[in-house]
């Protein structure tokens, strides 16, 4: 067993059995703590134990971060129990980390480790309640002065700030604006001046509720120079790259939560009787837990084929991160809608067996605005649309089979190096092509070929765009040639899993596969459509025998505790 599958497995042993009532981790005492507004005393200390901070920092700095993909399962761990403790706890300090791993100084880095390793946190202060997702118009300023920096300004709801140990914060240094009017500083906390710097009162929120939103206030706070994270005017270059990360890797960790949504539902209709016979045999109830189950399925392999692309496609990242945010979040945030509808009343329980669905419904929300909304996804994707479809998805290099392969070997991770921009490179949507040259089981031929024929129509769509349809006040017709896009991803990823499954694999039959693309298609149009009756039955089926085994639900089909 690889190290990283023993970390893994040795996680899963600290958190232990959700469902015991007696677990300082379990669902019983998340649901207690989110009452109070916070996370689980018990949960919090396991992680603490395990060294969970660990896992962000790079190997090269004494951490464990090697992949990027591993890093997304072992947090599934964490996030399928409580998503306030995932974030709260754990990957609120990835966000500014990965800035420091990005631009910073090696002394800076070797200092943020240092302060990982030893369990303590890293606070991202980038956003501002009056720019939302706009970081670039960002007015908390860092004036250069006599060879330092005088900060002055504010900013809102952001995770840790009143516990954290050090701040990345995203400040303007050159009030004339511009693409180099911005910097990114890292500021220890035990250097504050509390007569210039206040924290303020913190924010409620009605999901995540046991996550510390909170605020400062900055008057003339001065900084040495040698604060900054690269150079004066790289902040938002800095954080293009840094996000690429985090875009991918945040929202893949988020599908545990449709995990545990999809397991408590089953639990449910597993257990009640309606019209004299299982509520689970109902046909919409099948129906709407084989919708699930594929929304869950064609998530994951879309997040964890983007993420092992940081390592092996590392040019394509700014189109692959927002397209990852944008379709995840979309189809996690409608699959929790149909669940609540089979919950029925149990829905609205915040006690019992079936208490934690709510948590997770409300905890799902931020998904699609949290970090960056879904509509500056599209806005991100946008751009590069034309320039993809002239250079790339005409005549790509096949995508490197490593995407597909659990464990495959994959290039070390180099975030400095990671591209701004995609420069019309784009190997992923090939595998839709690849896939005809093998022998393509019938049911799945027609959808294949869906695809890649929709694939040539969003290329001479978007090959004939124009500067002006490319801005933030794009059509709606256009911002939709940018949400297709990220479904034939996704139908990409779930290609190139199904191909390359081993034989005896549930992936590498034809099933699951089927009901993604249909599922898929649906996405694309605006119009949900369940899976094929002919595969309903089969999704059902590996549903009840991984809830009998205690497996994830997702990808991995991963041994839960």
């Given at each position: 067993?690889s190290?990283?599958?023993?970390?893994?497995?040795?996680?899963?042993?600290r958190?232990?059995?959700?469902?015991?009532?007696?677990?300082?981790?379990?669902?019983?005492?998340?649901?207690?703590?989110?009452?109070?507004?916070?996370?689980?005393?018990g949960?919090?200390?396991?992680?603490?134990?395990?060294?969970?901070?660990?896992?962000?920092?790079?190997?090269?700095?004494?951490?464990?971060?090697e992949?990027v993909?591993?890093?997304?399962?072992?947090?599934?761990?964490?996030?399928?129990?409580?998503?306030?403790?995932?974030?709260?706890?754990?990957?609120?300090?990835?966000?500014?980390?990965v800035?420091?791993?990005t631009?910073?100084?090696?002394?800076?880095?070797?200092?943020?480790?240092?302060?990982?390793?030893?369990?303590?946190?890293?606070?991202?202060?980038?956003?501002?309640?009056?720019?939302?997702n706009?970081?670039?118009?960002?007015?908390?300023?860092?004036?250069?002065?006599?060879?330092?920096l005088?900060?002055?300004?504010?900013?809102?709801?952001?995770?840790?700030?009143?516990?954290?140990?050090?701040?990345?914060?995203?400040?303007?240094?050159d009030?004339?604006?511009?693409?180099?009017?911005?910097?990114?500083?890292?500021?220890?906390?035990?250097?504050?001046?509390?007569?210039?710097?206040?924290?303020?009162?913190?924010?409620?929120?009605?999901?995540?509720?046991?996550?510390?939103?909170g605020?400062?206030e900055?008057?003339?706070?001065?900084?040495?120079e040698?604060?900054?994270?690269?150079?004066?005017?790289?902040?938002?270059?800095?954080?293009?790259?840094?996000?690429?990360?985090?875009?991918?890797?945040?929202?893949a960790?988020?599908?545990?939560?449709?995990?545990?949504?999809?397991?408590?539902?089953?639990?449910?209709?597993?257990?009640?009787?309606?019209?004299?016979?299982?509520?689970a045999?109902?046909?919409?109830?099948?129906?709407t837990?084989?919708?699930?189950?594929?929304?869950?399925?064609?998530?994951?392999?879309?997040?964890?084929?983007?993420?092992?692309?940081?390592?092996?496609?590392?040019?394509?990242?700014?189109?692959?991160?927002?397209?990852?945010?944008?379709?995840i979040?979309?189809?996690?945030?409608?699959?929790?809608?149909?669940?609540?509808?089979?919950?029925?009343?149990e829905?609205?329980r915040?006690?019992?067996?079936?208490?934690?669905?709510?948590?997770?419904?409300?905890?799902?929300?931020?998904?699609?605005?949290?970090?960056?909304?879904?509509a500056?996804?599209?806005?991100?994707?946008?751009?590069?649309?034309?320039?993809?479809?002239?250079r790339?998805?005409?005549?790509?290099?096949?995508?490197?089979?490593?995407?597909?392969?659990?464990?495959?070997?994959?290039?070390?991770?180099?975030l400095?190096?990671?591209?701004?921009?995609?420069?019309?490179?784009?190997?992923?949507?090939?595998?839709?092509?690849?896939?005809?040259?093998?022998?393509?089981?019938a049911?799945?031929?027609?959808?294949?070929?869906?695809?890649?024929?929709?694939?040539?129509?969003?290329?001479?769509?978007?090959a004939?765009?124009?500067?002006?349809?490319?801005?933030?006040?794009?059509?709606?017709?256009?911002?939709?040639?940018?949400?297709r896009?990220?479904?034939?991803?996704?139908?990409?990823a779930?290609?190139?899993?199904?191909?390359?499954?081993p034989?005896?694999?549930?992936?590498?039959?034809?099933?699951?596969?089927?009901?993604?693309?249909?599922?898929?298609?649906?996405?694309?149009?605006?119009?949900?459509?369940?899976?094929?009756a002919?595969?309903?039955?089969?999704?059902?089926?590996?549903?009840?025998?991984?809830?009998?085994?205690?497996?994830?639900?997702?990808?991995?089909?991963?041994?839960?505790?």
């Amino acid at each position: 067993m690889s190290d990283v599958h023993a970390r893994m497995e040795a996680l899963e042993e600290r958190l232990g059995d959700p469902f015991d009532a007696a677990n300082g981790a379990g669902f019983a005492a998340v649901l207690t703590a989110d009452e109070r507004e916070e996370v689980p005393v018990g949960g919090a200390s396991a992680l603490d134990e395990f060294g969970i901070l660990s896992e962000f920092v790079p190997g090269a700095l004494g951490g464990r971060l090697e992949r990027v993909d591993h890093l997304v399962e072992l947090m599934r761990s964490v996030y399928r129990r409580d998503p306030s403790l995932g974030l709260g706890h754990c990957s609120s300090s990835l966000l500014g980390a990965v800035n420091v791993w990005t631009a910073g100084s090696p002394e800076q880095r070797r200092d943020t480790a240092e302060l990982l390793l030893a369990g303590n946190k890293v606070s991202c202060a980038f956003h501002e309640l009056a720019h939302g997702n706009d970081i670039g118009s960002v007015e908390f300023a860092a004036t250069p002065a006599d060879g330092r920096l005088v900060l002055n300004g504010r900013k809102e709801s952001i995770t840790n700030l009143d516990r954290a140990d050090a701040m990345v914060f995203l400040a303007r240094t050159d009030p004339s604006g511009g693409p180099r009017s911005c910097s990114q500083l890292l500021v220890p906390t035990a250097g504050l001046d509390r007569d210039r710097v206040r924290f303020l009162p913190r924010f409620r929120s009605v999901g995540m509720r046991g996550v510390r939103l909170g605020g400062i206030e900055v008057d003339s706070f001065t900084v040495d120079e040698d604060a900054l994270l690269g150079a004066l005017g790289t902040g938002l270059e800095t954080a293009n790259r840094a996000f690429q990360l985090t875009r991918i890797a945040m929202p893949a960790m988020s599908t545990a939560m449709l995990d545990t949504g999809l397991r408590v539902t089953l639990h449910h209709v597993r257990e009640r009787r309606l019209y004299g016979r299982d509520a689970a045999s109902i046909p919409m109830v099948r129906t709407t837990l084989a919708n699930t189950f594929a929304d869950l399925l064609l998530c994951e392999a879309f997040g964890t084929v983007a993420a092992r692309s940081l390592h092996a496609l590392p040019e394509s990242g700014s189109a692959y991160a927002p397209a990852v945010k944008y379709l995840i979040a979309g189809v996690t945030l409608d699959a929790f809608e149909q669940l609540s509808l089979v919950m029925g009343s149990e829905f609205y329980r915040r006690d019992g067996q079936h208490g934690v669905f709510q948590k997770m419904a409300r905890d799902i929300k931020p998904v699609g605005f949290g970090h960056i909304a879904r509509a500056a996804c599209l806005s991100a994707v946008l751009p590069q649309l034309p320039v993809l479809a002239r250079r790339s998805w005409r005549d790509a290099a096949p995508a490197p089979a490593a995407l597909f392969v659990p464990d495959a070997e994959l290039p070390p991770l180099d975030l400095p190096g990671l591209r701004v921009t995609a420069g019309g490179k784009d190997g992923l949507v090939m595998a839709l092509n690849a896939a005809l040259d093998d022998d393509v089981p019938a049911p799945l031929r027609p959808l294949i070929e869906r695809q890649i024929q929709g694939m040539r129509e969003l290329t001479e769509a978007c090959a004939g765009l124009k500067p002006r349809d490319l801005s933030i006040a794009a059509t709606v017709e256009v911002r939709d040639l940018a949400a297709r896009y990220t479904t034939a991803l996704a139908a990409a990823a779930c290609v190139g899993v199904w191909r390359h499954a081993p034989g005896d694999d549930f992936l590498a039959r034809p099933d699951w596969l089927v009901a993604a693309l249909t599922r898929l298609e649906g996405v694309a149009a605006g119009q949900p459509e369940d899976v094929p009756a002919d595969v309903e039955g089969a999704l059902v089926d590996e549903l009840l025998s991984r809830d009998d085994r205690t497996v994830s639900f997702g990808l991995s089909a991963r041994q839960y505790r």
